[in-house]
């Protein structure tokens, strides 16, 4: 049986993102027989599903509510006192990147991004650039904390870093 995500609602899905709850529905996907699946749009391409079984808690258990607009607050509030160091070892740093990507942890997505940053600032002051597999991460970190926070704030995507940048400043 479903959790109770109502229909029309809004949810995190992991690494996908902010979705709409759109339905659920039984479908047989494979040789199982019919499952219950939730239905999720994603809030970046509305033509796009994702079908999560309601029978796997682990599954079920990646979709989250969004955050208010008080929790953001508390978290940009803490955000300047935490930091990420850098890792230097590439693969070491890939397997960290996408497990911060995958849990959907705000806080670790904020620390991920403001390290990123940091480094591409001083790979532009030494004439060079920010890795293509570190570019990716980054901007799949800013994607996801953009579509919540624009979500939560009542915000467009676009006017999320202007937000930020405000409160960080403060």
Do not use: H
Request: glycine share 4%.
């Amino acid at each position: 049986m479903c959790e109770p995500f109502a229909v029309d609602s809004y949810v995190v899905y992991g690494k996908v993102g902010v979705c709409r709850v759109v339905g659920r529905q039984n479908i047989a996907f494979d040789d199982r027989g019919n499952s219950e699946y939730y239905v999720l749009q994603l809030m970046s391409d509305s033509r796009a599903a994702v079908y999560v079984p309601c029978d796997n808690a682990e599954l079920v258990a990646r979709m989250r509510k969004p955050m208010q607009p008080e929790e953001i607050e508390t978290l940009l509030a803490c955000a300047s006192a935490e930091s990420m160091p850098w890792i230097d070892d590439r693969n070491g740093r890939r397997v960290a990147f996408r497990e911060i990507l995958s849990a959907g942890n705000q806080r670790q997505l904020l620390q991920m991004i403001s390290c990123l940053y940091e480094r591409k600032r001083e790979k532009i002051e030494d004439g060079k650039a920010l890795s293509s597999a570190d570019e990716s991460a980054l901007q799949d970190a800013v994607r996801l904390l953009e579509e919540e926070f624009a979500l939560a704030l009542n915000l467009s995507r676009s006017d999320v870093a202007a937000y930020i940048r405000e409160k960080l400043e403060k």
